[in-house]
């Protein structure tokens, strides 16, 4: 008994002087764990920010892990870690190693007295860092002021397709223009939205001809691909005109696409039988058998000063532009 | 999932859009809008509800050609912080496919950017709710996201002169059943498409006493879907002149007038369902919840705080509401007036506050419990409630006839248009008058913009949920202080 109360007080001596050595206890249980007596025994720790501010004290159990002792530290210090009770705060600690500090400890989960028992010193220090908090993501912004796109950049949104706004802001931060960031501070990155009926994924003048008739369809047109005799066509069904003065309110066309395409562009059409203006029908060339049905060539086509352009134009326009015909407009 | 809006925004969607759908047009460009929504959670109806209409402000819409168009951060920016503001759930992007006829669907490109959009609005918002539609010129196509996924929405409801249905499908409007040979002679007024509508229609009734009980007759003669019944008395021998049904053993027995009514249609063998809601008193919040799971609301009392209940679930939900009264004006042993009215509530309607056929003091009154309310009406500024007003079936029937009449007209116009406010019916006088009344615009039923489409932003005018709750009226004399609460 006496034994252990003496045992008792040198260690609370040493629990109270920061630079007391180390209980040969704890530096010879490096191994076995820390002897469940001493487990909850309160030392006293310097707690500082890095890398010169002064130092508080705090009490810590022995078993607490590095992490409670950097929340505990930065209390006393009057400044919260964040993100706020993140198990890993973007924030650093540190420890002293004489007169120098150490690199940020990486495993905030050892316990305290085996940081001890490995050499680590009484004094700690917190590095308060930039984090910033963009949406629901926390980062350290890379340095300070900072462009908004810099900060995108750096939290891995695409500048291109975001925009970087105060979090009760409409107006968006212009993107090169440097802003003052400060700890804590919070942004919003709002994506443009994107949408179109014939903007498929490959860019104008590199899509295939499978893309486009996918997109039509999509759009709601009735359109198929075939091919016959190694020569591909796009039958693009109930395709409305107006009646009169044609003598029905749809018509099937049928579109010839080139090897080529898209930088050979479409030209003309055919039309299927069953539809005319009195009995005939305008700019009507040969009839002829294509999938085992009667079509008739129309002349219609884009003029010289307005001709195919794959970087423009595709099967959508190119229906648009057979529409004209009924329609009477557009070029020939 | 269904969409509900009001006639009015549904229109400002169309003219906003409305540049693609040009006739004439050869390379007409997509255009946009966002509709800012709130959340109907009833736990089978579920329906997302168009608050807002944002209209794209300049530089707001970017690219916008024949095949693309792309929303500025600013205008989705714009969405979410005024969804914030309002305290809604979310909201839907609105683009247009202007080749797009009777079928329109999502392109490609628009499935390749969706996902990282909704993400976006999704991690700013965990809790909202985020989606996109898709207009052709004869065709609407619908999805939210959800879990990364996209979920399709079924059937726009637009509420207003009509009550109409859009397929949120992409395809062109199906062909609807014909009606059921029993319906055959009513095809007339209620066709095919109508009649269908009316076999899916779920309808809160409440109150099944004079008017009431007819409406219920009515409604299952019509072939209505389902009536959902709100009422909580008991028949008694008073009863027995003017409530259809009702027997003499029933009011011996002091049976439940509802399940009289529900009884006597089941064996009518009529198509309706008739579901009767536990406890039946709207003023109650658990059951007031029920009746935002219903198409349309009839409102058959004789109490102004009901009547108010149903004006703010009619707003908030977007439901249509129709009220039906009788008064007969009697001096000792004269006749001075017969009315029968039907006033039809819905958005961009006035509300019965500023048609004045509610008031604020009644809804006071009524709001106490019996002693607060004999103190009140004691000091002599306030009449008491009428306990027992003149009622006779022959005038109740010709208000519930105008209303079913109003209810098929909603579904297959036939009445001259616009609707008035309110029809009323001076018998004594041989005359029938259209009323309209001027919305205050510090109304706060129907002159607060914000309680439009909010769903349950806001709090219904019921009693405060309280353990062993005993209605006064279930109870006369009930203990005092015990009053209702109003949760204004």
């Not at chain 1, 759009?219 to 691909?225: T, Y």
């Not at chain 2, 007409?28 to 809008?33: L, R």
Request: hydrophobic fraction near 40%; charged fraction near 25%; include cysteine.
């Amino acid at each position: 008994m006496e034994l252990r109360n003496e045992g008792t007080q040198v260690h609370h001596e040493w629990a109270e002087v920061l630079d007391h050595p180390l209980p040969p206890e704890i530096e010879g249980c490096k191994a076995g764990g820390v002897p469940g007596a001493l487990a909850g025994l309160r030392v006293r720790l310097g707690v500082q920010r890095w890398p010169d501010g002064a130092e508080v004290y705090i009490h810590a159990k022995l078993s607490d892990t590095l992490r409670e002792i950097m929340g505990h530290g930065a209390k006393a210090l009057g400044e919260e870690l964040l993100p706020p009770d993140a198990p890993v705060p973007l924030d650093f600690l540190r420890n002293r190693r004489g007169h120098e500090w150490s690199e940020p400890i990486p495993d905030l989960k050892t316990p305290l007295w085996v940081a001890l028992a490995q050499g680590d010193s009484r004094h700690f220090a917190i590095e308060y860092r930039l984090a910033v908090r963009i949406n629901a993501r926390w980062g350290v912004a890379p340095h300070d002021p900072i462009t908004p796109r810099q900060l995108l950049q750096a939290f891995e949104f695409n500048p291109a397709e975001y925009s970087l706004y105060h979090t009760h802001s409409a107006d968006p931060l212009p993107a090169d223009t440097p802003i003052k960031v400060h700890r804590g501070e919070c942004f919003e990155a709002q994506k443009d939205g994107r949408y179109g009926w014939n903007t498929v994924a490959s860019p104008r003048g590199l899509q295939t001809i499978e893309e486009d008739v996918e997109a039509v369809q999509a759009a709601g047109v009735v359109a198929r691909l075939f091919t016959e005799g190694g020569q591909r066509y796009v039958e693009v069904g109930n395709l409305e005109i107006p009646s009169p003065p044609w003598s029905g309110g749809v018509c099937s066309i049928l579109i010839a696409v080139p090897g080529t395409y898209p930088a050979g562009g479409l030209d003309a059409f055919y039309l299927g039988q069953g539809v005319s203006q009195g009995g005939a029908v305008p700019n009507q060339q040969a009839a002829v058998t294509i999938g085992g049905r009667t079509w008739g060539l129309i002349s219609w086509h884009y003029s010289q000063d307005r001709p195919w352009n794959p970087s423009r134009d595709d099967l959508a326009s190119h229906i648009a532009h057979c529409r004209g015909f009924f329609l009477k407009r557009g070029v020939r | 999932m269904n969409i509900r809006i009001s006639e009015k925004h549904w229109r400002e969607v169309e003219h906003l859009t409305s540049l693609s759908f040009v006739g004439g047009l050869e390379f007409a460009p997509e255009t946009g809008c966002i509709l800012l929504v709130a959340e109907n959670d009833h736990a089978f109806r579920p329906c997302l509800l168009v608050a807002e209409v944002l209209e794209p402000e300049t530089g707001e819409l970017l690219e916008q050609g024949s095949g693309g168009i792309t929303f500025a951060s600013r205008f989705l920016r714009r969405g979410l912080l005024r969804v914030r503001e309002r305290g809604l759930k979310g909201f839907l992007t609105v683009h247009t496919h202007p080749s797009a006829d009777k079928r329109v669907s999502f392109s490609l490109f628009d499935d390749s950017n969706d996902p990282e959009l909704m993400a976006n609005f999704y991690e700013l918002e965990p809790a909202g709710l985020f989606g996109s539609v898709v207009l052709g010129r004869d065709a609407i196509c619908a999805r939210l996201w959800r879990n990364g996924a996209p979920v399709y929405l079924e059937q726009l409801v637009c509420v207003g002169e009509q009550v109409s249905f859009r397929e949120l499908s992409g395809k062109a409007p199906k062909e609807l059943p014909k009606p059921q040979a029993i319906f055959d002679r009513s095809a007339a007024i209620t066709g095919a498409g109508a009649s269908y509508r009316m076999s899916q229609l779920r309808i809160a009734l409440v109150g099944t006493s004079g008017t009431g009980s007819l409406m219920l007759e009515l409604l299952a003669r019509a072939g209505a879907g389902e009536v959902v019944v709100f009422e909580f008395d008991s028949a008694d021998e008073t009863n027995l002149n003017r409530v259809l049904h009702l027997r003499q053993c029933d009011a011996d027995t002091k049976a439940r007038k509802a399940d009289c009514l529900r009884d006597a249609i089941l064996e009518s063998g009529l198509p309706t369902n008739v579901t009767v809601v536990a406890g039946g008193d709207i003023r109650d919040v658990a059951v007031a919840d029920e009746l935002r799971g219903c198409d349309l609301l009839v409102g058959c009392v004789d109490r102004d705080w009901p009547r108010l209940i149903l004006c703010e679930v009619a707003q908030q939900y977007l439901i249509p509401y129709l009220d039906l009264g009788t008064e007969i004006g009697a001096v000792a042993d004269a006749i001075q007036s017969l009315d029968a009215r039907v006033s039809y509530i819905g958005p961009d309607r006035p509300c019965l506050k500023c048609a004045k056929i509610i008031s604020e003091e009644q809804i006071r009154l009524e709001g106490y419990g019996e002693a607060e309310r004999a103190r009140v009406v004691g000091m002599g500024y306030s009449k008491d409630l009428p306990l027992r007003a003149p009622s006779v079936m022959d005038l109740n029937m010709r208000t519930a006839s105008i209303a079913m009449l109003w209810i098929r007209h909603l579904l297959q116009p036939f009445l001259k248009t616009p609707l008035p406010h309110a029809l009323k019916e001076s018998v004594t006088n041989f005359a029938t008058k259209e009323m309209y009344y001027t919305r205050n615009p510090e109304c706060r039923v129907c002159g607060e913009p914000l309680r439009a489409g909010s769903g349950g932003r806001f709090q219904l005018t019921t009693r405060q949920k309280k353990e062993n709750f005993v209605s006064d009226r279930d109870q006369p004399g009930a203990a005092e202080g015990q009053a209702m609460e109003i949760t204004l």
